[in-house]
């Protein structure tokens, strides 16, 4: 009979009591109880974080290994994994099954986390908020279709989904589907035939809310418009609800029939802004407590912090605020300041670096714009590391005008950029400084950006 990984990881497990101290088994080894999965000859040990699963990698693994090798003819090794690795990998599987479920009308797809409960309301979103939780509870007869917009991460789907449990729970005799447009596209193509593209729209004709993300996914579909817009033709006519979202407002619709977008007019249309600081800290607020059971574990200086540094999106602000949580478990850390900067350190992007700023934001952000268009640089670039000479001459000239224009200190201006030293910023202006006193190039480009963010070139 095969032996199992769980039966030989006990085995070795009595082995390495016997030849290691006590404290380095105590501490790396003892907790290991739980073999993940087994294949390819590999043998996934879970372990508690990744403190413990780098040490193992970096101290222990070939030991293992050869510890391993008395067990089994062909070579086998150890692979390690955290419990949180785990964790996502089964989500990510979770996610795949719904979508593969698609095709089933009476499965709805809709994520149970995304409830009115669990969507923190503010400025941004107040409106679209209550009148989603009208259209909820009232259905088709307060507006059809909802159309709701808005940047990417800022809730669309969420509050969409919110509305579709909303239903099933209130309603349970109604059916409803959530789809996704991209999804939507891929069913149609498949079908292939007349035959197939009626058993396709005939699985639609018994829903009573049909929900419809990222519409936006229609354009230059043409055949699939067509499709669609009978769906809803039909929803629509028998008074059945239709919720969309799009990352553009309807008149914004490129390449799609002017009938279908014209249509998505009709009934409301709801928009979701970017939310201000102090929602984005109830939001951060509310997350941490569904992250972890005691919330008090975190500062409010930190929550500040990461409030101030994501600023544009909140699927970005959530995925801060677990990674901060994260690396400070993980390498049992304080949870201060110091160390959420340290864990944030390369994932705060080009918009919170400026937006952390001192500075006037928009007129710094119109600036990276500015200079971006001008020189054909892309902003990221201008922010990078990369040595190539345009790229670092245009980089430099954001330094000089920060300096002189928005009086940032060479320090500050080093942060924004990557964290260079305030030396190689001084330096930096003072190529620019002394090339723009003569007539030239560099004076010419001085004049033309600084006129093109609307500044006069020759004010002080
Ligand atoms: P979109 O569809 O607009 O790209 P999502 O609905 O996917 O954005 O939202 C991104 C993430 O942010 C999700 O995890 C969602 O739960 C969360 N989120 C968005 N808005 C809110 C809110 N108002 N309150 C709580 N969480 C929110
Ligand atoms: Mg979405």
């Given at each position: 009979m095969e032996i199992t990984g769980i039966e030989v990881w006990k085995d070795i497990k009595i082995r390495l009591k016997e030849e290691l101290d006590a404290d380095i088994f105590d501490t790396y080894f003892s907790g290991i109880n739980e073999v993940y999965k087994e294949s390819n000859n590999l043998i996934y040990l879970i372990v508690d974080n990744l403190f413990i699963k780098t040490r193992i990698q970096n101290n222990y693994i070939s030991r293992l290994n050869k510890l391993l090798s008395d067990y089994y003819a062909v070579a086998h090794s150890f692979m390690l994994v955290t419990k949180n690795e785990v964790e996502e990998e089964k989500e990510k599987k979770n996610l795949e099954t719904e979508r593969n479920n698609f095709s089933k009308v009476n499965n709805s797809g809709l994520n149970p986390n995304y409830t009115f409960s669990t969507f923190v309301v503010g400025d941004s979103n107040r409106f679209a908020h209550r009148y989603a939780t009208l259209v909820a509870d009232q259905l088709s007869t307060v507006a059809n279709p909802v159309y709701i917009f808005g940047d990417v991460g800022l809730g669309k789907t969420h509050l969409m989904q919110a509305i579709g449990n909303y239903i099933l729970e209130s309603k349970p005799e109604l059916s409803v589907l959530y789809i996704r447009t991209q999804d939507f596209v891929e069913e149609y193509v498949k079908c292939g035939s007349r035959d197939g593209y009626d058993k396709f729209s005939a699985k639609f004709e018994n829903i009573d809310v049909l929900l419809v993300d990222d519409v936006q996914f229609l354009e230059s579909k043409k055949q699939c418009q067509l499709e669609f817009f009978k769906i809803f033709e039909k929803l629509t006519g028998n008074k059945k609800l239709i919720v969309l979202t799009s990352d553009k407002?309807?008149?914004?619709?490129?390449?799609?029939?002017?009938?279908?977008?014209?249509?998505?007019?009709?009934?409301?249309?709801?928009?979701?802004?970017?939310?201000d600081k102090t929602h984005r800290i109830s939001i951060l607020n509310a997350k941490l407590k569904q992250e972890t059971p005691n919330p008090e574990i975190m500062p409010e200086e930190v929550i500040d912090y990461i409030a101030t540094v994501c600023e544009s999106n909140i699927r970005e602000l959530e995925g801060a605020l677990k990674r901060v949580l994260f690396y400070c478990e993980a390498f049992s850390l304080e949870y201060n300041l110091e160390n959420a900067r340290e864990a944030l350190k390369n994932v705060v992007s080009f918009a919170a670096a400026v937006g952390n700023s001192i500075a006037p934001t928009e007129e710094i952000k119109k600036m990276f714009s500015v200079i971006s268009t001008y020189f054909k640089i892309g902003q990221d670039d201008l922010l990078s590391n990369s040595r190539k000479k345009d790229i670092v001459y245009a980089r430099q000239m954001c330094w000089y005008i920060m300096r002189t224009k928005y009086d940032l200190t060479f320090q500050k201006i080093g942060d924004i950029f990557n964290g260079k030293d305030h030396s190689t910023i001084m330096h930096g202006c003072q190529i620019i400084d002394s090339e723009s006193k003569h007539e030239g190039e560099t004076k010419k480009n001085v004049e033309n950006i600084l006129r093109k963010m609307g500044k006069d070139p020759n004010a002080v």
């Amino acid at each position: 009979m095969e032996i199992t990984g769980i039966e030989v990881w006990k085995d070795i497990k009595i082995r390495l009591k016997e030849e290691l101290d006590a404290d380095i088994f105590d501490t790396y080894f003892s907790g290991i109880n739980e073999v993940y999965k087994e294949s390819n000859n590999l043998i996934y040990l879970i372990v508690d974080n990744l403190f413990i699963k780098t040490r193992i990698q970096n101290n222990y693994i070939s030991r293992l290994n050869k510890l391993l090798s008395d067990y089994y003819a062909v070579a086998h090794s150890f692979m390690l994994v955290t419990k949180n690795e785990v964790e996502e990998e089964k989500e990510k599987k979770n996610l795949e099954t719904e979508r593969n479920n698609f095709s089933k009308v009476n499965n709805s797809g809709l994520n149970p986390n995304y409830t009115f409960s669990t969507f923190v309301v503010g400025d941004s979103n107040r409106f679209a908020h209550r009148y989603a939780t009208l259209v909820a509870d009232q259905l088709s007869t307060v507006a059809n279709p909802v159309y709701i917009f808005g940047d990417v991460g800022l809730g669309k789907t969420h509050l969409m989904q919110a509305i579709g449990n909303y239903i099933l729970e209130s309603k349970p005799e109604l059916s409803v589907l959530y789809i996704r447009t991209q999804d939507f596209v891929e069913e149609y193509v498949k079908c292939g035939s007349r035959d197939g593209y009626d058993k396709f729209s005939a699985k639609f004709e018994n829903i009573d809310v049909l929900l419809v993300d990222d519409v936006q996914f229609l354009e230059s579909k043409k055949q699939c418009q067509l499709e669609f817009f009978k769906i809803f033709e039909k929803l629509t006519g028998n008074k059945k609800l239709i919720v969309l979202t799009s990352d553009k407002k309807a008149s914004e619709l490129r390449e799609i029939m002017v009938r279908l977008t014209s249509r998505f007019e009709w009934g409301i249309t709801l928009d979701i802004n970017k939310p201000d600081k102090t929602h984005r800290i109830s939001i951060l607020n509310a997350k941490l407590k569904q992250e972890t059971p005691n919330p008090e574990i975190m500062p409010e200086e930190v929550i500040d912090y990461i409030a101030t540094v994501c600023e544009s999106n909140i699927r970005e602000l959530e995925g801060a605020l677990k990674r901060v949580l994260f690396y400070c478990e993980a390498f049992s850390l304080e949870y201060n300041l110091e160390n959420a900067r340290e864990a944030l350190k390369n994932v705060v992007s080009f918009a919170a670096a400026v937006g952390n700023s001192i500075a006037p934001t928009e007129e710094i952000k119109k600036m990276f714009s500015v200079i971006s268009t001008y020189f054909k640089i892309g902003q990221d670039d201008l922010l990078s590391n990369s040595r190539k000479k345009d790229i670092v001459y245009a980089r430099q000239m954001c330094w000089y005008i920060m300096r002189t224009k928005y009086d940032l200190t060479f320090q500050k201006i080093g942060d924004i950029f990557n964290g260079k030293d305030h030396s190689t910023i001084m330096h930096g202006c003072q190529i620019i400084d002394s090339e723009s006193k003569h007539e030239g190039e560099t004076k010419k480009n001085v004049e033309n950006i600084l006129r093109k963010m609307g500044k006069d070139p020759n004010a002080v």
